[in-house]
């Protein structure tokens, strides 16, 4: 091997050797999320689909109700960030855990113990499954802004940008083994009772996370300075905590921030929203759902091993931008008529058209996702001041708090009108026309998603900074200091 090799592979996996300053307390939190992630990918890949096949939901109430998960889930953060960062990590993960576990075994098994124990119909026991959904979402609001916070406190300066790649990494293994491993054999075993069993193992998988939350040390911290803020927000009422936040010149430029990424990030919600029932609708039946889910994590964790050394030297804003662009663009491959694809030899029938088009979709979609989604979250936990990252962390949700219900509302009516059930007959006798296909549907989708990349670039001076600690008011010292003692 010759010195110019050896010295890239040297340089290479040096980038990875940043980690060994994080220590036990952050690969404990990498735990948690896989285990959170595994119990949250197995459920929510096939959520809609549960609602309607098992639950006896509608599909624009299922959609609903997904969507309505999503709205709660955000309402309920808002308070949790201040909590945390008051009453500390490890009380907040045991409230968090326990509320959580609640709802899901409401959510799983609520409409067999609504017929069996309580002699309800069928239709009454979506009370119960409604009512775990509440619950389920309130719990779930603790886990991304604990976490996080975690990720920052266990993590020093320099090897930040890397512990964050690795939190999305073990995020999206987790999603593979939801694909791979419990979602798809367990559909095949039984395409209905396999959704009680996919939302079950989820539960089990949230016991073992919190397991791991009872041997975090919270009073550790990786820049031992940050520790000093600990005692203050002690004393602040959450209330209280959130007018301070709210009146920061740091989160008012982070809110126009994440307004103007919302169109990018609500076609993340599509993947459980619309696309289940339209894999099935435009395929057929026997679509394996647990594999194609498991593409797009596997481009992410094969991504982020490959490039992590790779994007580290890069600026955060631009690779955000390119992520965004990206994933916009792959709608593209949705939206354009799916006859196109019959000038590719071996494709002769509208189901296999749609197959490569969804699969191209979500490969270049996670190419996006890639460089998109670690540094998203990387840029709200670096904007916000040492001792409020769990506060900006929830209430960074405000705009997909706002957004999401509509998404749902508006994935649902778009999916019953242009995607319903029997479409697939009405195509390939040729009645539907573009504008009323599932094509036309993407379209729509594409034009939001296209939005925030150009309003990211348009307005980047004004509310996007390459270098965020400058804006949460860490001093040019603190970062001098932090970076000579790492040293």
Not at 37 to 51: C, D, P, R
Not at 80 to 98: A, E, N
Not at 423 to 450: C, N, Q, R
């Amino acid at each position: 091997m010759n010195d110019k090799k050896q010295n890239f592979l040297v340089r290479y996996f040096s980038e990875f050797g940043v980690l060994k300053d994080c220590g036990q307390n952050f690969w404990l939190t990498n735990f948690i999320q896989f285990f959170d992630g595994l119990a949250y990918f197995s459920m929510i890949n096939i959520f809609v689909l549960f609602l309607i096949k098992y639950c006896g939901f509608k599909d624009a109430d299922a959609a609903f109700w997904v969507g309505m998960y999503t709205l709660f889930l955000s309402l309920f953060v808002f308070a949790v960030g201040t909590i945390c960062d008051i009453i500390g990590l490890k009380r907040t993960y045991l409230i968090g855990f326990s509320i959580l576990i609640t709802g899901r075994l409401l959510l799983g098994f609520g409409t067999d113990l609504g017929t069996s124990l309580f002699n309800m119909t069928h239709e009454n026991t979506r009370f119960i499954v409604m009512l775990g959904i509440g619950i389920m979402s309130f719990g779930t609001a603790f886990m991304s802004p604990c976490i996080s916070t975690s990720i920052r406190r266990f993590t020093t300066l320099r090897s930040r940008p890397t512990g964050f790649n690795f939190y999305y990494l073990f995020m999206n293994i987790g999603a593979i083994l939801a694909g791979l491993v419990v979602i798809g054999p367990l559909l095949k075993i039984d395409p209905v009772k396999g959704l009680f069993w996919i939302i079950n193992f989820g539960t089990c998988c949230s016991a073992i996370a919190f397991i791991f939350t009872r041997f975090v040390d919270e009073d550790f911290y990786a820049v031992p300075e940050e520790k000093q803020q600990k005692g203050q927000a002690a004393r602040r009422s959450p209330l209280g905590l959130i007018l301070e936040v709210a009146r920061e010149r740091a989160f008012q430029k982070l809110i126009v921030f994440l307004v103007l990424t919302l169109g990018v990030r609500l076609v993340f919600t599509l993947q459980f929203l619309v696309m289940p029932q339209y894999y099935s609708r435009t395929v057929g039946e026997d679509f394996d759902l647990g594999f194609m889910n498991s593409i797009n994590p596997i481009i992410i964790v094969s991504g982020l091993i490959l490039i992590i050394p790779i994007i580290n030297k890069y600026s955060t804003v631009k690779l955000m931008i390119y992520g965004m662009s990206i994933s916009a663009f792959s709608l593209v491959l949705m939206a354009i008529p799916a006859e196109w694809f019959f000038v590719v030899p071996g494709i002769s029938t509208l189901p296999q058209a749609y197959f490569v088009a969804i699969t191209l979709q979500i490969i270049v979609f996670g190419i996006g996702e890639l460089l998109f989604s670690p540094r998203f979250t990387e840029y709200v936990a670096r904007v916000a001041p040492k001792d409020k990252v769990a506060s900006y962390m929830s209430l960074s949700a405000l705009p997909m708090f706002i957004a999401k219900p509509i998404n749902g509302v508006v994935g649902g009516l778009l999916v019953t009108y242009f995607c319903y059930d029997g479409i697939a007959a009405k195509m390939d006798t040729g009645h539907i026309g573009f504008w009323d296909s599932p094509e036309f549907m993407w379209s729509i989708y594409l034009v939001i998603a296209v939005i925030s990349p150009l309003a990211i670039i348009l307005t980047k001076d004004s509310f996007v900074s390459d270098h965020p600690e400058e804006d949460s008011g860490s001093t040019p010292a603190e970062e001098d200091k932090e970076t000579t003692e790492q040293a």
